[in-house]
């Protein structure tokens, strides 16, 4: 790690992270093991989930206590909920839910089949609805807490082939937006983090590590952005973040 949770201190919190086997989702459950939260990460893959778990443990016996990996497919509704409910049975409660579980398909509308398109929109913003659903009375009992939504610059910019991707990440930015205002006084805090593009392989091009990656953001880029929205302070609430490289290539 680089440092960007250090200084944070979630003892005693626990944390959910939707597709956090890999990229992204990885990077932000490492930085909340690193701030000593106890962390339930989700993934549709049983190997992808058993690599991330032994990373995060590291092998250390105490840090493989707060960890535990769980096969769940957030498009269904009741997978859902059940990771919610786990995440409590686990660890006693939940204080952050990062909803980061997402589909990339890119085609254009014509080309586009029914089950590609419910693939992307069921998974990108009905299983945000869903966990957020299941999460809000879990953190209502614990006197508060935080949902951050990983949204994506595409919802508010639009290409050719993203129809589905840019309408379901435009939907979590206005769901984000509402529920937001419908939990604030319940001591939830909500926001969303919209990264431009970032080094992960998630839209099946080149490899995150190749030169032609160098621009793009990392994944640590946006788990530093997590970690500021939980640490910000409670009379203040930064509930949108756009993020872009620094310095892309020019057109």
């Known amino acids: 790690m ?13 944390a959910l992270v939707t597709g956090g086997s890999r990229g992204i989702g990885l990077a932000i459950a490492q930085a909340l093991v690193h ?18 778990r032994s990373k995060l443990s590291r092998g250390d016996a105490s840090r493989a206590e707060r960890v535990h990996a769980l096969t769940a497919d957030v498009k269904d509704a009741t997978a859902a909920k059940a990771a919610v409910d786990e995440a409590v049975r686990r660890f006693g409660g939940l204080d952050v839910l990062v909803n980061n579980a997402g589909v990339g398909i890119f085609r254009n509308v014509a080309d586009m089949d029914v089950a590609a398109w419910h693939d992307v929109i069921d998974t990108n913003m009905s299983g945000v609805f869903y966990c957020c659903h299941a999460a809000i009375s879990h953190m209502k009992r614990r006197g508060g807490g935080w949902i951050i939504n990983i949204s994506s610059l595409a919802g508010k910019n639009p290409f050719p082939g993203g129809a589905a991707y840019c309408a379901s990440k435009a939907a979590v930015n206005a769901f984000s937006e509402a529920l937001m205002q419908e939990v604030r006084h319940d001591n939830i805090r909500v926001s969303y983090v919209m990264p431009g593009s970032v080094a992960t392989g998630f839209s099946g ?15 640590d880029d946006v788990a530093e952005v997590v970690v500021d929205l939980i640490r910000h302070p409670a009379r203040s609430l930064p509930s949108r973040v756009e993020l872009r490289p620094s310095r892309p290539p020019k057109r």
Do not use: F, H, N, Y
């Not at 680089?2 to 626990?14: A, N, P």
């Not at 091009?205 to 994944?219: F, H, I, M, N, R």
């Open 2 to 14: 680089s440092g960007i949770s250090q200084t944070l201190d979630l003892t005693g919190r626990v």
């Open 35 to 52: 701030a000593q939260a106890s962390v339930t990460i989700t993934g549709r893959s049983g190997e992808q989930l058993k690599a991330a």
């Open 205 to 219: 091009g080149e490899s995150p590590s190749g030169p032609a990656a160098d621009w793009k953001l990392s994944p």
